[in-house]
């Protein structure tokens, strides 16, 4: 029993193949509906009993034969392509760095930078609390009972805790005074940057933004010190000396007296121009402390007193980096960024914290 003379050379012929198809065409010669094994298989039956099963054996034989072959051949051909493939992706480490651009610090966190840095001067030190408030911090303790109008000025997301107790996502950064003011004694003197959330949304609203809020407790603070420390604040902060400013009568539950802070602005083929103008714009909010809320905190009301401010840090950036569509601060597009984020690098940038 031997094979048919040309079984050594098919197996030549297909291991020399470079490519899948040239496997496949000798596959068909020999393996195909027409081809030449199962053509010669057609005309077994025209032999004798003896030479039908001889010849048989050695066609069964070639056809293993070819199929072990093509299929061998067909995984090399497979394995130096990816090898090749592989080859060509090779990363070449030396190759200078050409795309890839620096990361740039948001301007949200650059104005946290530097509201901190210039609080920093003046002696503050920065406190922090967490996302989800009692409604006693965000509210009772600030003289905001339940069915208070002021709750409805402020939309809330209303979170259940465990035991089906509500809690809320805290609607400002107001409650970090009532923890700092529950578990320090004064003199305090702080200021809180942080996130909070309200249920709005619209061009000028994002449901969740930024806040810094500020709190001095001591035995004389006064309406002078307030008005003084936010003027300091805002001149240093737009890098503007002689801004223009007013301060307005207004109400908070958790201060009396309240007031609000603008600033003039003018605008001129669509630049807003800070500090100048006889135009107004609404900063901040700030007032003395309202005893009412220092009792509901532990301290005692006829020996202390203080003022407090707060005001959105979406706001002061946009003004001081001439930022005119809020959405693109919560976007995250890198290209945004890149145009007005600042470089990490910069040291005058960075607050000394
Ligand atoms: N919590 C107020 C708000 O979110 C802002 C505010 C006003 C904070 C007056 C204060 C303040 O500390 O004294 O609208």
Known sequence: MSLPVDAVDVKKRIEECKSLQDVESIRLEYLGKKGLIPSEMKLLGKLSIDERKLKGQELNKLKTLVEETVNNQKTNIENKEIEKKLQNEKIDVTLPQQEITDGKIHPISQTIFSIIE??????????????????????????????????????????????????????????????????????????????????????????????????????????????????????????IDNLKYRFRPSYFPFTEPSAEMDVAFTKKNNVLKIGEGDEWLEILGCGMVNPKVLENCNIDSSVYQGFAFGMGIERLSMLKYGITDMRGLFDLNLKWLDHYGFSPLDLRNRAEV
């Open 118 to 239: 210039i609080f920093g001067n003046l002696n503050y030190s920065v406190e922090a609390g967490p996302d989800i408030e009692s409604d006693f911090n965000n509210f009772s303790a600030l003289n905001i009972p339940p069915h208070h109008p002021a709750r409805e000025m402020q939309d809330t997301f209303y979170v259940q805790n465990s035991d089906g107790e509500d809690n809320v996502l805290r609607t400002h950064t107001s409650p970090v005074q009532v923890r700092t003011m529950l578990k320090t004694k004064p003199p305090i003197k702080i200021i809180v940057p942080g996130r909070t959330y309200r249920s709005d949304s619209d061009s000028t609203h994002t449901p969740m933004f930024h806040q810094v809020e500020g709190l001095v407790v001591n035995k004389d603070a006064n309406m002078a010190d307030l008005k003084s420390t936010l003027i300091t604040f805002l001149k240093e902060f737009f890098e």
